[in-house]
């Protein structure tokens, strides 16, 4: 067990790098950089535009840059934020646990809808049930978080007003009322991922209950 997490680890190690390439490469040759804010002020001359991209290393060529970036990432440095003029280390920590949060609460809700919907549409090939269910699946499956989520809060935070459309990332629950604030502003982002992640593991579930129900160990159970 523990050579298998190993060698899946280390597999996971070449694969991390070529994204970090991949997504590196695009951020580099889309058009403008980090200092495109500068371009608009007229207080900041082309001469100290220029010194500060030198400075940043932002004239060095693209394989450089990124040698330094991995250099600097291994090391606990991830870089400075010029929007949010803070260390980008210090916005994922603030960040992190309430996106751990949201995410794993979506996912045990995931899980709790997608077993026991997969094996009642997988009993019942073919019927309308299981029909609802694939068609639901696939709805859900194909489209994206990201149109999902605007959707809901066009219907639900603009239209409705039933719930906030911004996430109040410094909010402390210290109270009931705290409480139920904090439901409702994560209840949108934890339902888009439920619809995503239900359709995804229910299309799993249901496959494999098809394929395990005809094995000659289950029919001799039965």
Do not use: C
């Not at 190993?6 to 889309?30: G, M, Q, T």
């Not at 699946?137 to 039933?162: C, H, N």
């Amino acid at each position: 067990m523990t050579a298998y997490l190993v060698r899946r680890i280390l597999l996971v190690v070449p694969v991390l790098i070529v994204i970090s390439i991949v997504i590196f490469a695009i951020l580099a040759l889309a058009p403008g950089d980090p200092l495109s804010a500068f371009a608009t002020d007229p207080s900041v001359s082309p001469e100290v535009r220029e010194n500060i991209r030198r400075s940043l290393g932002l004239d060095a060529p693209i394989y450089v840059r990124y040698f330094k970036w991995l250099a600097a990432f291994v090391q606990g440095d991830m870089g400075y934020s010029f929007t949010s003029r803070s260390p980008v280390s210090g916005l994922l920590g603030q960040r992190l646990a309430t996106t751990l949060a949201v995410v794993g609460v979506a996912y045990v809700l995931s899980v709790l809808l997608a077993i026991p919907l997969g094996m009642l549409a997988a009993t019942r090939p073919y019927s309308l049930f299981d029909q609802l269910m694939t068609t639901l699946a696939f709805v859900g499956f194909s489209l994206p978080t990201f149109f999902t989520g605007l959707l809901l809060i066009i219907l639900f935070s603009v239209r409705l007003r039933w719930f906030p459309f911004i996430y109040n990332s410094t909010l402390e629950v210290k109270d009931w009322p705290s409480l139920v604030e904090q439901v409702r502003q994560s209840f949108l982002p934890v339902l888009v991922l439920v619809l995503f992640q239900t359709a995804t593991l229910m299309r799993y579930v249901r496959a494999s209950v098809l394929e395990t129900a005809h094995m000659d160990y289950v029919r001799t159970a039965r």
